[in-house]
């Protein structure tokens, strides 16, 4: 597997990350004892990034995964994150609002240290804005983290060019994670260009637009309530029918190539910048190994230029949440 480093911070990472979240949260539940050997099974691979939270369970994720990366510590790099608070009397989806303030970040890097049985987190994300409290000031307390060696490197998640200006001016920003994908682009008029500046690498999360992209799903598709495409608007059957024209563009590319639609969407990914590494999430290794395989795929300036230009022609129906 390649190797990609996450903007100056000489983070390296594999060019491919795997998103854990589905592995316990927001989709039908798996077998713990089978997500640890999956785990393993990308690492043989050459996966060495890999994505949960705090909120992911909550907490039920960073648990399997420090369980089964616990054997190869110093030989892969976990992120996480914090900046919610929970209510266990809320059920399956205890989340009651955002919570970043310095005392409630320390906390929450203790209990991660715990879960996922490790003495740095290696990552350590801001997974929201909290307009309540000031960039500055939750950057000031993963710097006191990182001083303190409970932290290895400082991220960001869904923040603006604006803060991650000022958080990077107290605790350089190592990575920021977005949503990015051939069919979500907004981070490019801003965002991007400051992490290019900036020397900020990008985690692309959803690169496949939730499954999407893949073209395996199609208007008869349906998703059990536990699964978070359920509520999601561009999961209507009205949505699926108009967005059908974006994966038969990547159908159209990929052909040539011997290749699958999820294959293109990555290597557009890929191609977009040296320092950008996605984190598709899946639960089966057939799909893992699709996704490997995308690494490898090139796609000529005359591609990228026929994407952009049919991209260019279409509205992408629905919101993303």
Known sequence: MEKRQLGKSGLEVSALGLGCMRMSFGDKPTDKQEMI???????????????????????????????????????VVIATKFGFKHDPQKG??????LDS????????AEASLKRLRVEAIDLFYQHR????????????????????????????????????????AVQPVTALQS????????????????????????????????????????????????????????FTPEAIRANQIVVDLLGRIAAP??????????????????????????????????????VAIELTADDLKKIDEAMSQITVVGDRY
């Open 37 to 75: 050997t999956f785990l393993h099974k990308a690492v043989e691979r050459g996966i060495t990034f890999f994505d949960t939270a705090e909120v992911y369970g909550p907490f039920t994720n960073e648990e399997l995964v420090g369980e089964a990366l616990e054997p190869l510590r110093g030989k």
């Open 92 to 97: 399956p989806h205890p989340n009651v609002g």
């Open 101 to 108: 303030r310095p005392e409630q970040i320390k906390r929450v």
């Open 129 to 168: 804005p909290d307009p309540n409290v000031p960039i500055e000031d939750v950057a000031g307390a993963v710097k006191d983290l990182i001083q303190a060696g409970k932290v290895k490197h400082f991220g960001l998640s869904e923040s603006s060019a604006e803060l991650i200006r000022r958080a990077h």
């Open 179 to 234: 949503e990015y994908s051939i069919w979500w682009r907004v981070i490019e008029d801003a965002v991007l260009p400051t992490c290019e500046e900036l020397g900020i690498g990008l985690v692309p999360y959803s690169p496949l637009g939730r499954g999407y992209l893949t073209g395996k799903i199609d208007e008869s598709t349906t998703f059990d309530s536990s699964d978070i495409r359920s509520h999601n608007p561009r």
């Open 257 to 294: 190539k011997g290749a699958t639609p999820a294959q293109i969407a990555l290597a557009w990914l890929l191609a977009q910048k040296p320092w950008i590494v996605p984190i598709p999430g899946t639960r089966k290794l057939h799909r893992l190994d699709e996704n490997i395989a995308a």
